[in-house]
T-cell receptor, first 113, second 113 residues
Framework: SQKIEQNSEALNIQEGKTATLTCNYT??????LQWYRQDPGRGPVFLLL?????KEKRKERLKVTFDTTLKQSLFHITASQPADSATYLC????????????FGKGTKLSVIP | DVKVTQSSRYLVKRTGEKVFLECVQD?????MFWYRQDPGLGLRLIYF???????EKGDIPEGYSVSREKKERFSLILESASTNQTSMYLC????????????FGPGTRLTVT
């Protein structure tokens, strides 16, 4: 089965710094990777999608990279703010052409004022 | 904006009861999904549906069934609730194209006593 791992359960960072979250996958490279934000007691919210043939994607203070050699995606939040504190999930397609996603367990980010 | 609604935010049921969780989306999405989320286990797919009256089992379908009579509505049924089904249940929808983002509802926190 396709696995996806977020190695850090939690990450604490000082306000204003860049937060970097890591997502690693196994087996074949997914066609795309997605990142979601989840606040306590709420459903995940879609943030960004990056395709296999894209090295980098940006949206405001967010940046996602996709390295097929390392089998890894990095998610960056620049100039982090306390409001960025949440759990961030990465997800990959579960199989070629699949509608299904396999989610990582998430990294809980805390931005300290 | 895509809106996915779930019938209840909190639900308390007794062991052995039949439980219905309803999900409605307003964006004409073909695909709908039911997940459960538990601490340390992440999001796990129970069932999904790619069209009206069509359904496929996810990773943990045992003890659950689903119904999709209309495109916008996807119901999760616990035939005989058990305490190990106490969890957060999340519904999501997406367009038919593989790889598209999923849009989640707010979740239903179900407690089975």
């Amino acid at each position: 089965s396709q696995k996806i791992e977020q190695n850090s359960e939690a990450l604490n960072i000082q306000e204003g710094k860049t937060a970097t979250l890591t997502c690693n996958y196994t087996n074949y490279s997914p066609a795309y990777l997605q990142w979601y934000r989840q606040d306590p007691g709420r459903g995940p919210v879609f943030l960004l999608l990056i395709r296999e043939n894209e090295k980098e994607k940006r949206k405001e203070r967010l940046k996602v990279t996709f390295d097929t050699t390392l089998k890894q995606s990095l998610f960056h939040i620049t100039a982090s703010q306390p409001a960025d504190s949440a759990t961030y999930l990465c997800a990959r397609n579960s199989g070629a052409g699949s509608y299904q996603l396999t989610f990582g367990k998430g990294t809980k980010l805390s931005v300290i004022p | 904006d895509v809106k996915v609604t779930q019938s209840s935010r909190y639900l308390v049921k007794r062991t052995g009861e039949k439980v219905f969780l309803e999900c409605v989306q307003d964006m004409d999405h073909e695909n709908m999904f039911w997940y459960r989320q538990d601490p340390g286990l992440g999001l796990r797919l129970i069932y999904f549906s790619y069209d009206v009256k069509m359904k496929e089992k996810g990773d943990i379908p045992e003890g659950y069934s689903v119904s999709r009579e209309k495109k916008e509505r996807f119901s999760l049924i616990l035939e005989s609730a058990s305490t190990n089904q106490t969890s957060m249940y999340l519904c999501a929808s997406s367009l038919s194209a593989a790889g598209g983002p999923q849009y989640f509802g707010p979740g239903t926190r179900l407690t089975v006593t």
